[in-house]
């Protein structure tokens, strides 16, 4: 396990993302990307048809999507996994 810090993220636009995706490891089966408002959730709604209003502190919006390797990320489908936040109970 590793932590690749990206400064870009901060406050990052979509292809920000792209970029920070498809230069993650190769061998790297799951990926978690932490951002800030706005630009995460309007990512976030780009990645599937589920939609959220806001990507609220500690958000996490999980897709799933068939690939070899993590430059293939996007333009890909992605299956709409999970939507969870602190207070959503």
């Given at each position: 396990?590793?932590?690749?810090?990206?400064?870009?993220?901060y406050l990052a636009n979509a292809d920000a993302f792209k970029r920070?995706?498809?230069?993650?490891?190769?061998?790297?089966?799951?990926?978690?990307?932490?951002?800030?408002?706005?630009?995460?959730?309007?990512?976030?709604?780009?990645?599937?048809?589920?939609?959220?209003?806001?990507?609220?502190?500690?958000?996490?919006?999980?897709?799933?999507?068939?690939?070899?390797?993590?430059?293939?990320?996007?333009?890909?489908?992605?299956?709409?996994?999970?939507?969870?936040?602190?207070?959503?109970?």
């Amino acid at each position: 396990k590793s932590i690749i810090i990206v400064p870009e993220l901060y406050l990052a636009n979509a292809d920000a993302f792209k970029r920070a995706i498809r230069s993650a490891p190769p061998k790297a089966a799951t990926i978690d990307v932490f951002s800030h408002n706005d630009g995460v959730t309007l990512y976030a709604n780009r990645l599937s048809d589920a939609r959220v209003d806001n990507m609220a502190t500690c958000a996490v919006f999980a897709v799933k999507c068939n690939i070899s390797e993590w430059s293939e990320f996007e333009p890909r489908d992605h299956e709409f996994y999970f939507f969870d936040y602190p207070k959503s109970e």
